[in-house]
């Protein structure tokens, strides 16, 4: 167990629809990464937050965004949803030296 | 600039060692080692930092050439719960966020 939490487990929708993943980090950490492992996309960097301000974005589609909160706790919006988005959503917090934990993900299937 | 792992797939005997490889086109200030499990989240292993330093713990080892721009990962003396998918993660010299890039893993399993 690394700390970090995400829910849902499982999320099942369909195309068009628009769905919400929730991140919380390990107590004490301030960075949140999310990333979207997919079969023929490995591990791909979407976006990253510091202590609620957006500090680096990756290969994110305009349809997604995320933020996060006073809490320290994080969303990932996916809207307009295509079969293609269907894969494994991770966040991962990091502590002040670098080394990024991962929480369970979760996986979306888009019908 | 996405690192190149090689090889792509590796099988072991129990006992036996390996060695994984992480190159990148990029200056580096960062590389990090992950093992993920199918349908698990990746399990952090180690980071190097640059300064070509070595590290590890119990039969698990890296190094990292910042001159080269490439890390290797070091299993010796391989057990069952080696097997999984290994990934390097790096943080180019130019980015100041801690954003990694990965790999596109490599796959190893280790046989009794």
């Known amino acids: 167990d690394s700390g970090v939490t995400q829910t849902p487990k499982h999320l099942i929708t369909a195309t068009g629809q628009r769905v919400t993943l929730r991140c919380s980090p390990r107590s004490g950490d301030l960075s949140v990464y999310w990333y979207q492992q997919s079969l023929d996309q490995g591990l791909q960097f979407l976006i990253q937050?510091?202590?609620?301000?957006?500090?680096a974005k990756g290969n994110i589609l305009e349809r997604f965004s995320a933020q996060q909160f006073p809490d320290l706790h994080s969303e990932l919006n996916l809207s307009s949803l295509e079969l293609g988005d269907s894969a494994l959503y991770f966040c991962a917090s990091s502590t002040a030296s670098g080394e990024q934990f991962f929480g369970p993900g979760t996986r979306l299937t888009v019908l | 600039q996405q690192p190149v792992q090689s090889p792509q797939a590796v099988i072991l005997r129990e006992g036996e060692d390996a060695v994984i490889n992480c190159s990148s086109s990029k200056a580096l200030y960062s590389v990090h080692w992950y093992r993920q499990k199918h349908g698990e989240a990746p399990v952090f292993l180690m980071i190097?930092?640059?300064?070509?330093e070595q590290k590890g713990h119990e039969k698990i080892s890296a190094s990292f050439n910042e001159k080269k721009q490439q890390s290797s990962l070091y299993l010796t003396a391989s057990q069952l719960s080696y097997s999984g998918t290994y990934f390097c993660?790096?943080?180019?010299?130019?980015?100041?966020?801690?954003?990694?890039?990965f790999g596109q893993g490599t796959t190893l399993q280790v046989k009794p």
């Open positions: 937050y510091y202590n609620g301000e957006e500090r």
């Open positions: 993660g790096t943080e180019p010299s130019s980015s100041n966020t801690g954003k990694l890039i």
């Open positions: 190097l930092l640059k300064g070509g």
